[in-house]
């Protein structure tokens, strides 16, 4: 009997052994302080304006062994606009154009993820913009994960870029003068909790 239970202990500790390890998502939230929201749009056809959004906050769920299976969800904050020109800043988040006071927020909200690469990914998830929501599709890239030096907490860095239109929003002034291709450049750094 002895010999029995010692063989049915060591067949599962051999079980187990062989077993292949599987990594649970791990949560890592956005760094406010090293995520940018940038976007170019043509003006006139002589040059684009730059704006960056400089607030936001989110929480991308990372599944290293599986990467299809995370997921990402984050707000804009439209108020922290800047273009360099606070005349055209507030005239941007104004009811006109992004309409800031009714639509205080942007949202993304991920509902697939498509690996392309060794660290790239197409992610497709619901955008909502002044209170319509659209699909949009990202390209993402993962520059880094790791342990940061200077505080020994494990990080992701992003840099994710796309096109949306802006008349699929609902923002359609000056259609033919202003572009309705908006260029979007999101640097993120994202801290595991």
Do not use: C
Not at 116 to 128: E, I, M, N, S, Y
Request: charged share 20%; glycine share 8%; proline share 4%.
């Amino acid at each position: 009997m002895k010999r029995l239970l010692a063989a049915v202990i060591a067949g599962a500790a051999l079980s187990a052994a062989a077993a292949p390890a599987f990594a649970a998502e791990v949560a890592y939230k956005l760094d406010p302080a090293h995520t940018e929201t940038t976007f170019t749009i043509d003006r006139f056809g002589f040059t684009s304006i730059i704006g960056i959004f400089a607030a936001s906050e989110g929480t991308i769920w990372l599944d290293e062994a599986a990467p299809e299976k995370s997921r990402v969800e984050a707000t804009v904050t439209v108020d922290s606009l800047l273009t360099a020109n606070p005349t055209r800043d507030e005239h941007i988040k104004g009811e006109r154009w992004l309409n800031a006071a009714k639509s205080p927020t942007m949202t993304f909200k991920s509902t697939k993820v498509e690996k392309t690469g060794d660290t790239t990914a197409k992610v497709t998830g619901d955008l909502t913009i002044m209170g319509v929501t659209q699909p949009a599709v990202l390209d993402v890239k993962l520059n880094k994960i790791g342990t940061a030096p200077n505080n020994q907490k494990k990080q992701a860095g992003f840099t994710i870029t796309g096109q949306i239109s802006r008349k699929a929003f609902g923002s359609a002034g000056a259609a033919g003068v202003i572009g309705d291709a908006v260029n979007i450049r999101i640097e993120t750094l994202a801290v595991a909790q």
